[in-house]
């Protein structure tokens, strides 16, 4: 992504709303604003209006309400084969009666482009996804993954700013998904170009993006980059979202100092940074990321704050110590610990202590 976060927007949605009935908003007052060269990817759940933003930014589905800007340019009445936007989706929508070359073809004699410049323009497309050797094949001879690279260069054929993904990995495999989650972000920051891609997979959102704007009901929850999103959510929505979290209900008793002394429901006493809580009095919930937690004593450190644990499951994964414990009441808190001589294999009806610092433990809203 371009480091000069000054630059124009390339993309702007500007008090963008979306109804379909007249009376309930699928998109609620949406402002966003891209600069060129950024890989945004759109998260959330089914409904939370991700991919409406998506058709309407395609402009297969109009803004009741509000503006859409390309480049500086309005494109709210500008219909979509003149938007010069490169689209992918999860169905590939080739051409079936076509070969490859002639699915490649295809935008470019659209745009009424000379042979000779078109055959360049489709060796270079096949060669960029690898797929050099299969233009005289049809789409019913390839692999899922083969018809997605496919789908992938001809979105990239007539060399587009702007290219729309809608959950283009949905219907692979885990390790061709993986593969292709690699591929297409090399391939777009190689390219430099511009993409707003949308998936309900927290995992490709946080390893394909710049920046991830997580929906929900229709508002952005947060925009931010991965690691600013899984380590600083802003909110309850956000943080259980993305990533796997340990919740724990409580009051909150004292604000002061950048911390928040919280009681929990079970009576423990509890410091963390206060995110989304603002008076005392106030419900909260707290929030601690289950690698963040420590159940080693030795480990500990003299900041830490410890609360009693019974462990209720040891899972072994390998690389990791996977541990369900009873904390505070609660039989769902997950610890995750590094495989390591030095970490104990624990015993379901064990009694212990765990820890974690009051930074990694956030009061975020009820």
């Keep these: 992504m371009p480091q000069d976060q000054s630059n124009a927007a390339f993309v702007e949605f500007e008090r963008v709303q979306k109804s379909y009935d007249g009376e309930s908003l699928v998109v609620k007052d949406l402002n966003l604003s891209m600069p060129k060269g950024e890989f945004l990817t759109m998260l959330g759940p089914s409904g939370s209006g991700k991919t409406t933003c998506l058709m309407m930014l395609a402009g297969f589905e109009t803004a009741t309400t509000g503006e859409i800007r390309l480049d500086g ?48 323009k489709i060796k270079r497309a096949l060669d960029m996804v690898q797929m050099g050797d299969f233009g005289g094949r049809r789409p019913a001879q390839l692999s899922g993954g083969q018809q997605q690279r496919i789908a992938l260069a001809r979105a990239l054929v007539f060399e587009p700013e702007l290219v729309l993904m809608d959950e283009p990995l949905g219907a692979l495999d885990k390790q061709l998904r993986e593969t292709l989650q690699f591929e297409i972000t090399r391939l777009a920051h190689d390219l430099g170009i511009t993409v707003v891609y949308v998936t309900h997979d927290q995992t490709e959102a946080l390893t394909m993006s710049d920046r991830v704007a997580v929906f929900d009901d229709g508002r952005i929850q947060q925009l931010a980059a991965p690691d600013e999103l899984y380590e600083s959510p802003q909110n309850s929505f956000v943080a259980q979202f993305i990533g796997e979290n340990n919740t724990l209900a409580g009051t909150v008793k004292e604000i002061r100092n950048g911390l928040a002394t919280v ?3 079970g009576g423990e006493i509890i410091d963390c940074k206060p995110v989304n809580v603002s008076e005392v009095g106030e419900r909260t919930l707290v929030s601690i990321r289950p690698e963040r937690v420590e159940t080693n004593r030795e480990r500990l450190s003299p900041d830490a704050h410890t609360l009693k644990a019974e462990v209720l499951e040891f899972i072994y994964m390998g690389d990791i110590f996977r541990t369900r414990l009873r904390v505070a009441g609660r039989d769902d808190f997950i610890v995750k610990t590094r495989n390591a001589p030095d970490q104990p294999r624990l015993k379901p009806g064990t009694q212990i202590e765990i820890g974690w610092l009051p930074e990694d433990c956030r009061a975020l809203d009820a």
């Design 73 to 120: 340019q309005p494109i709210n009445n500008i219909p979509p084969h003149k938007r010069g936007i490169g689209m992918v989706f999860q169905n590939y929508a080739l051409f079936p009666h076509m070969t490859v070359a002639e699915n490649l073809s295809f935008p470019l004699e659209v745009r009424k482009m000379g042979k000779s410049d078109r055959e360049a």
């Design 263 to 265: 009681e929990l429901d």
